[in-house]
Nanobody, 116 residues
Framework: VQLVESGGGLVQPGGSLRLSCAAS????????MSWYRQAPGKERELVAL????????RYADAVKGRSTISRDNAKNTVYLEMNGLKPEDTAVYYC??????????WGQGTQVTVSS
């Protein structure tokens, strides 16, 4: 099983990023997918999630209105587009796959740094 995040980097305040998470080794279509982040000295927190079939979405209040989570089941990939980035968005962003009654999986993370 692999979850490989990409798309992180250094961006100026107000900028945008699109994170990608490519999945392999499990039945992607059956799993809910989510993005978490962890800033230095803070606990890991949920950023956004998208359900497996209905593609319902949920966002943390801190990113609501600035972020969009989406998935392409044909490509086994989940995306997180973030706009209007703020310094407080600086964190390592992790992809997380889960479903009821089954193993869950984490990616290795991608660093997002928002700074001028």
């Amino acid at each position: 099983v692999q979850l490989v995040e990409s798309g992180g980097g250094l961006v100026q305040p107000g900028g945008s990023l699109r994170l990608s998470c490519a999945a392999s080794g499990f039945t992607f279509n059956n799993y809910h997918m989510s993005w978490y982040r962890q800033a230095p000295g803070k606990e890991r927190e949920l950023v956004a999630l998208i359900t497996s079939i209905s593609r319902n979405t949920r966002y943390a209040d801190a990113v609501k209105g600035r972020s969009t989570i989406s998935r392409d089941n044909a490509k086994n990939t989940v995306y997180l587009e973030m706009n209007g980035l703020k310094p407080e968005d600086t964190a390592v962003y992790y992809c997380y796959a889960f479903r009821s009654g089954a193993d869950s999986y984490w990616g290795q993370g991608t660093q997002v740094t928002v700074s001028s």
